[in-house]
Structures are given as C-alpha cells and as structure tokens.
C-alpha cells in the first residue's frame, strides 16, 4: 500500500494513542517547535504505523516511508544515541531531547554516538536489511520509551473532530 502525501499540507490519518501502559509525553516532545523533516525528501508513506495492543503485542512501530534517492536525513535536531547493526541491519538513532528519540532503519552512516545532527541534514544513506521494500526507510519515533505515530511529529497528521450527526437516536 502507498500513500502520498504532500509534505506541505496536512493530511488526515488514523492516529493511535500510545499504548495505555506508556509513560506520558512530555508536551515539548510532542509538539516540537518545527515538524520533522521527511526522511529522504518524499512523504509516500509505503507501510504506516500500526500500534499494537501491548508492549509486546504486533504492529508496525514506526512507518516506511519512500525514498527519492539515497542519502537520508536527520527529522530533527538531536544527538546520535547509537549507530551500528542490529539484527541484519545498519541503523542510526537520534536523540532529539525532552524524552524523544528517532530511529532511522536500514541506513549506513559513518557518524559516532555523541555527534550533533540538526533538521534536514544527512545522516547516512540508504542500506538494505530488515523488512522495509527496496527504497524505503523505516522512521520510528519514542517518546520516554514508548512508541508513538511518527506523523505526528512530521506535521502531516490531525486529531479527527467529533461532530454532533443527529437529532435523536436511530
């Protein structure tokens, strides 16, 4: 499934709450004072988040997200918290502060942990491994440990508005 978005408009989205066990967001993480940048230029979202029912329940932490070439960039401001190879493969972990960090996956960088990134800059290029398509990266987003929708963060999601539809019951 491939969702476009244009990076400059909002865009609705099925937006989930963390999980009912995640340590509450610090509202400086979860309004940061610019969106996040896009990852590698593009907003198609290949695969979106998908919260899971618990801790250790299935889901999708994070999206994947289309690349237009291959060099991926920092989403914020931060300090690089880890990079190395997981499992099958390279990723590079940002920490952006006030509890939030960013995981960008599969990306090859040569920056160490303790290097100051800031929005928009490259952090590494685009590697294979893991289970996101050719051409796309996986952006996952914490918030004091607990994973949250990154399109929150990116600017492109809104809460949806309860409005009022009837005049009595059905």
């Not at 994947?64 to 070439?69: C, F, K, L, Q």
């Not at 990723?91 to 100051?116: F, K, M, Q, Y």
């Not at 004091?144 to 309860?162: Q, S």
Request: with cysteine.
């Amino acid at each position: 499934m491939w969702v476009a978005l244009d990076a400059a408009a909002p865009a609705a989205a099925n937006i989930s709450d963390p999980p009912p066990t995640a340590p509450l967001a610090s509202d400086e993480a979860m309004h940061p004072s610019a969106p996040w940048a896009w990852p590698g230029g593009r907003a198609e979202i290949v695969r979106p988040f998908d919260a899971p029912a618990h801790d250790y329940g299935a889901g999708h932490r994070g999206l994947d997200v289309a690349v237009s070439g291959q060099e991926i960039v920092a989403p914020a401001d931060g300090v690089v918290a880890f990079r190395g190879t997981v499992v099958d493969r390279p990723l590079i972990t940002i920490d952006h502060g006030a509890g939030l960090v960013s995981t960008l996956e599969p990306v090859a960088s040569e920056l160490s942990p303790g290097a100051r990134v800031t929005r928009g800059t490259a952090v590494g290029t685009l590697a294979s491994g893991g289970h996101t398509p050719a051409g796309a990266v996986h952006l996952g987003a914490r918030i004091n440990g607990a994973y949250v929708n990154p399109l929150a963060l990116l600017g492109a999601a809104t809460r949806p508005i309860l409005l009022p539809c009837c005049d009595g019951p059905p």
